[in-house]
């Protein structure tokens, strides 16, 4: 009997707490921005946008298949078009889901400027991104907070200073140089001069490329190859990310869904 009633007790308090994390937190959350005049598109119980994103990125897909011109294509319609949907409804500022994660977009270089250059500690990083990218990123600055953030942008700054990016300058058009004429010998070397470029892969190898350089110099190829881990790291860090969005049993689905 005790064990019965302790069982009740905590799937009453599993469902209690299911029940304010996916619907009562998210919903505050947008009454608080519809307070102040940010609006989005209307979420679905447990699942948020997450179909809508679906469908925008399907119809996306075909028009660039029955496109005349794909590389006139609009970029911003054509990588993420549910956001660019979406901006031409609700403006510069909007709220959407994927769970129960809300997603605050903006839209404005002003908001973004000021976002990424404030150095107040009020402004923390999203807990999710230290869990799902924590054993990715570690402590750096991208998803740490607080004294821990403080402490990696002070020893990140004199990297970025401006003559120290402009010393780097001979790397980056080396390793640009050597990307163009790669694609140019594909090119060439397929019949009718027309191939198709991964250009998403090449460009992260490309930064990887710069990076080797710019920080490894003589070692080279021992950057190359903390790179080729990275990207199998990431690789392996993808598959964990839906699990992560706030959409219970959401793991266990295709993860054809946000693709």
């Not at 005049?37 to 996306?60: W, Y």
């Not at 590389?71 to 993420?80: E, F, G, P």
């Not at 998803?143 to 003559?163: D, H, T, V």
Request: some cysteine; hydrophobic content about 40%.
């Amino acid at each position: 009997m005790l064990f019965s009633t302790v069982a009740v007790l905590v799937l009453a308090f599993f469902f209690l707490h299911l029940y304010f994390s996916v619907i009562v937190k998210p919903a505050r959350i947008r009454k608080i921005l519809k307070q102040q005049g940010i609006n989005g598109p209307p979420p679905k119980i447990l699942l948020g946008n997450t179909l809508d994103i679906k469908k925008s990125r399907d119809a996306a897909e075909k028009a660039t298949v029955n496109h005349p011109h794909p590389l006139l294509i609009h970029n911003a319609a054509a990588v993420l078009p549910f956001a660019e949907e979406w901006r031409q409804q609700y403006g510069p500022l909007y709220v959407f889901s994927i769970g129960k994660m809300q997603v605050l977009y903006v839209n404005k270089p002003e908001f973004v400027k000021e976002i990424t250059t404030c150095t107040s500690l009020d402004l923390g990083r999203p807990s999710y991104q230290q869990k799902v990218f924590g054993p990715l990123l570690g402590k750096g600055i991208l998803p740490s907070n607080g004294s821990i953030w403080a402490r990696q942008r002070k020893i990140i700054a004199p990297e970025l200073f401006m003559e120290k990016v402009k010393g780097m300058m001979s790397i980056i058009t080396e390793s640009g140089l050597a990307l163009v004429d790669s694609w140019k010998h594909k090119v060439e070397s397929e019949e009718g001069g027309v191939v198709e470029i991964g250009v998403d892969h090449r460009m992260k190898r490309f930064s990887g490329d710069i990076i080797s350089r710019a920080c490894f110099g003589s070692s080279y190829s021992k950057g190359q190859e903390i790179f080729l881990k990275f990207d199998v790291l990431q690789e392996i860090m993808s598959k964990r990310t839906l699990s992560a969005l706030g959409i219970p049993g959401l793991r266990y689905y295709d993860s054809g869904l946000l693709k």
